[in-house]
């Protein structure tokens, strides 16, 4: 049971190109309690990425520095770059009593998990189906050839992991889907 006092903490999870960034930004935009979790990443910024708004993106010794240093919730290593949630963006966060998004994978939400303290509200959301994936990631040409095969072969391995989630979306269309996050959101605000 999630408390009311707390704030909510909603990790979305999905196959990569399912949607999940979209939605987390239009939660965004129609609730301003909800702040998203800016994660930190090894991975090199692409074209329209600001740093310290879509990630902190920070070098290979920077990342190992803050892990020695205990720095963060949870991290994982995701097609061969590291992200992570450290503890004092989200401790800025929860100072204002504002609740949490985060947008991170099912290794990040397994993690999340073990802090009993978190007011968790985990939601895996669902492509309609894998050739559907495929399509979304040819058409917004962010990767290359290579990365969309390889993030293809994750999605096998990604679908696994929805049984430990508290609920699962199938984003078909983007403002049904969000509907039905919005749902989730007030019955556990
Ligand atoms: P992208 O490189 O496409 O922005 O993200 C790749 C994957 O990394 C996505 O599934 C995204 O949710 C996940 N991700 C982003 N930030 C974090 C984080 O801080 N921790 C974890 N575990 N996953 C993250």
């Known amino acids: 049971m999630n408390n009311p006092n707390k704030p909510l903490m909603l990790v979305l999870s999905s196959p990569s190109g399912a949607g999940k960034t ?13 702040e998203i979790s800016v ?24 990342f190992e520095s803050l892990l020695k240093d205990n720095a963060f919730y949870e991290h994982a290593e995701i097609f061969g ?14 100072q204002k009593k504002h609740n949490v998004l985060f947008d991170i994978d099912w290794q990040g939400s397994e993690q999340l998990s073990k802090f009993k303290e978190l007011n968790l509200v985990k939601v895996f959301i669902l492509p309609p189906s894998k050739e559907e994936l495929e399509k979304r990631l040819i058409a917004r040409n962010q990767d290359d050839k290579e990365a969309i095969k ?15 989630y508290d609920y699962v979306l199938i984003n078909d269309d983007v403002e049904d889907c969000f509907k039905k996050l919005k749902k989730i959101i007030s019955s556990h605000l």
């Open 150 to 164: 390889r993030r293809m072969l994750a999605y096998s391995k990604d679908v696994v992991h929805q049984k430990d």
């Open 81 to 94: 770059n590291y992200y992570g949630t450290s503890k004092s963006s989200i401790n800025k966060i929860t």
């Open 39 to 62: 994660s930190h990443t090894t991975r090199k910024p692409r074209a329209n990425e600001v740093d310290g708004l879509d990630y902190h993106f920070v070098n290979k010794k920077k």
């Open 22 to 34: 979209t939605l987390s930004k239009k939660i965004q935009q129609s609730d301003s309690s909800f």
